[in-house]
């Protein structure tokens, strides 16, 4: 069983384009999140949701939209692709222990690379 | 927010010989620190994490010190073996995951 899932492996599109990236996860995780790696590998954080609600929202383009439909999912969907947006996408998930304060170990997908031509 | 320094960017040990990699962070609160190795082509996997309440945690050639006055932690592999050239990520937590650069880590055979 996968844990966290995310599609598609591989996305090849044209500038200019919209696209979607579905996460699953399958823990039990109440936090989901999705992260960008560039070329240079850098792992940046764009959005954070816990148990639906968005907590992070860092200065990322208003052309991506996540959407959390339940705890278990959180969608990631570009308008207008730039070729900017070329990157690696992964989608992870933990548990969030109030009583120890914050945040736990995260569990990432496989990645998502995006390429825009 | 929370700001994480991770050096080197690149580092190259010979096999068997130890590797040390280092991190800072700017927010006094955070109070989770992970490490992550992640091999081309793949996603980042925990290899160890450390809390606040704690000053070192060993995991057989893995090791992680954290000095928390000086809000710096450290990754050391020692009898580092071919298998163990990957990516690492350092980062810290207090409510979201912040991810240090990476260090490039080369083990020659």
């Known amino acids: 069983d996968t844990a966290v899932s995310q599609t598609p492996k591989y996305l090849v599109t044209q500038m200019g384009n919209d696209k979607s990236i579905k996460c699953e996860q399958n823990?039990?995780?109440?936090?989901m999140y999705w992260y960008k790696q560039d070329s240079k590998k850098f792992l940046k954080i764009m959005f954070s949701?816990?148990?639906?609600?968005?907590?992070i929202n860092e200065t990322v383009p208003n052309r991506f939209s996540p959407k959390s439909p339940d705890k278990a999912h959180l969608n990631l969907h570009i308008n207008s692709l730039e070729l900017g947006d070329s990157a690696v996408y992964f989608c992870?998930?933990?548990?969030?222990?109030?009583?120890?304060?914050?945040?736990?170990?995260?569990?990432f997908g496989a990645g998502s690379r995006l390429t825009v031509l | 927010g929370e700001n994480v320094e991770q050096h080197p960017s690149t580092l190259s040990v010979q096999e068997g010989d130890s590797a040390v990699i280092k991190c800072t962070y700017s927010?006094?609160?955070?109070?989770?620190f992970p490490w992550y190795k992640q091999e081309l082509g793949k996603r980042p996997q925990l290899i160890i994490d450390?809390?606040?309440?704690?000053g070192e945690k060993k995991d057989q050639r893995i090791a992680v010190t954290l000095n928390k006055t000086a809000k710096h932690f450290s990754l050391h592999i020692t009898e580092t073996q071919p298998e163990d050239s990957a990516v690492y990520f350092c980062?810290?937590?207090?409510?979201?995951?912040?991810f240090g650069a990476g260090t490039r880590l080369t083990v020659k055979p």
């Open positions: 992870a998930s933990s548990h969030r222990d109030r009583g120890s304060g914050g945040a736990n170990v995260l569990t």
């Open positions: 823990l039990g995780h109440d936090t």
């Open positions: 949701y816990n148990n639906k609600e968005l907590i």
């Open positions: 927010d006094s609160a955070s109070n989770y």
């Open positions: 450390i809390r606040s309440n704690v």
């Open positions: 980062a810290a937590s207090k409510n979201d995951m912040r």
